[in-house]
Each structure stands twice: as structure tokens, then as C-alpha cells.
């Protein structure tokens, strides 16, 4: 039987008298990744903004393991489209930032994300700066920031948007082996069809304005592998297919 990690219930925002989402409510299951689709300025950003605390909604609640958080913030962690990696911090202070800012010593808290470079890819980087890495190598750094910050649940606002197809298709199997390993629960927003259904296990399709979820979709499609063979299967072509017509 599934454990609910997090549960979005009857969610609404209204900003100046305008609502832009109403009454969404999602779950997300321990270790597992689910994507939020939908077009640009649907209110996907909106929605991660109330799970991440950053603001209140309007109605509806938000819980953790069952406790409501809305209350209590900074207890879901939260990567953005950009890596936004501080240029003139090495890679091991960028990653560690999160623990030093929650009080842990400088020293101590290098050391608790050392423990981790090597599972992310990262080994040898420590000393390095953000303009000496690569696209996809920043994406692992600040998905790294993000697990220091909470190692429960993630909120990934597409995070693989500005790198390349290739290096792309690399860090969604690269995050879906890691994710695993660590035991890590994630909610990612995407725009991107293809990227919802090869990475996620269910799909929650928000559109319209105010946005709204109009459909949940349960992905039966393998997670690993050749992510391009996938794609050209009559089943992905139909999942496709059916997106399409809800957008």
C-alpha cells in the first residue's frame, strides 16, 4: 500500500481579486516522482510557491506526513529553473549554504554534504566555482543544495529546461537512479510532454484560468533506459496524444 509523503487538499490563490489556481488537490507518494503539466501561466509556480511556504493561499491546506505545514514553512525544499549557484562561493559552500544558514557550523556542514559528492557525480568539484562546471554539472550541484535542505521532499520547478537535449535526457535517468537511492520524494513541474511521461509515474494535468486540475494520468512505462526507444512506442504515443487534447 502507497504512503502518502505529501497531500495537497483544496487549494485556492486569489491575488487582487483574481483567482489563479482553485481547488487543487494532489498526493505524492513516499519516493516517488510526479509532474505537474501544464502551459505557461497556468499557475504551476503559483502552486509550488503554497507547498514551499512562500505564500499562503487563499483556502486549502498542505501536509507532511500528515501534519499541516502551512504554518510552519521550510520544510519542503524548493530548485527553481536556474541553478542559481552563488558565483563567488566554491561548489562545496553552495551546497552546504543550506545547513549554515540553519545554524550548523561552516565546518561541520561541508562535511555532511562531502558525504554526498560522490553519489551525486560531484567528486573532485569541491573546490571548484560555478563558472568552471558544466550546465548538467550545475543542475547536480543545485539538486544537491536542494536534498541538504530537505531530505524528505523536493519541488523542482523544470529544472532541466535550459540544458540541452542530450544532457537533458542524461539528467532525468541520472536523477530517477539517484532519487531512488536516496530515498527521495518529488513533485516536478514541466511543460514538456515528453519529459512528464518518461519521468513520472502519474501526472496531474492543470490547466485553464484560474488553473485547475483537469485529469490525473498513470504512466505504465519503464523509468530507465533508453528514454528515445520509449518514446517511439504506440503506448508513450498515446499518452501523448491524450495529453494534447487536455492542454
Wanted: glycine content about 8%.
Amino acid at each position: 500500500m502507497n504512503e502518502i509523503k505529501l497531500q495537497v487538499k483544496n487549494v485556492s490563490v486569489e491575488f487582487e481579486g483574481k483567482k489563479i489556481i482553485e481547488d487543487i488537490s494532489i498526493d505524492l507518494n513516499k519516493g516517488e516522482l510526479v509532474c505537474i503539466l501544464g502551459t505557461s501561466g497556468v499557475g504551476k509556480t503559483t502552486l509550488f510557491n503554497v507547498i514551499s511556504g512562500l505564500i499562503s493561499p487563499t483556502s486549502g491546506e498542505v501536509f507532511l506526513d500528515g501534519k499541516n505545514i502551512l504554518e510552519n514553512s521550510g520544510k519542503i525544499s524548493y530548485m527553481l529553473q536556474k541553478d542559481l549557484l552563488l558565483p563567488f562561493k566554491t561548489i562545496i559552500d553552495n551546497v552546504s549554504l543550506p545547513l549554515v544558514i540553519k545554524g550548523v557550523k561552516k565546518s561541520e556542514a561541508r562535511k555532511r554534504a562531502q558525504k554526498y559528492f560522490a553519489e551525486f557525480g560531484l567528486s573532485g568539484t569541491e573546490k571548484k566555482y560555478p563558472n568552471q562546471l558544466s550546465g548538467g554539472m550545475r543542475q547536480r550541484a543545485a539538486l544537491l543544495r536542494t536534498y541538504m535542505f530537505s531530505c524528505e521532499v523536493a519541488l523542482l520547478d523544470e529544472p532541466f529546461s535550459a540544458l540541452d537535449a542530450i544532457t537533458k535526457r542524461k539528467m532525468q535517468n541520472w536523477y530517477l537512479n539517484i532519487m531512488e537511492k536516496i530515498k527521495l520524494s518529488t513533485l516536478f513541474i514541466t511543460h514538456d510532454i515528453d519529459e512528464a511521461i518518461l519521468i513520472s509515474k502519474r501526472i496531474y494535468i492543470i490547466s485553464g484560468n484560474p488553473g485547475k486540475i483537469t485529469k490525473e494520468i498513470k504512466v505504465d512505462l519503464p523509468k530507465t533506459g533508453n528514454g528515445d526507444e520509449v518514446t517511439l512506442t504506440e503506448k508513450f504515443i498515446e499518452y501523448k496524444r491524450e495529453i494534447l487534447k487536455l492542454l
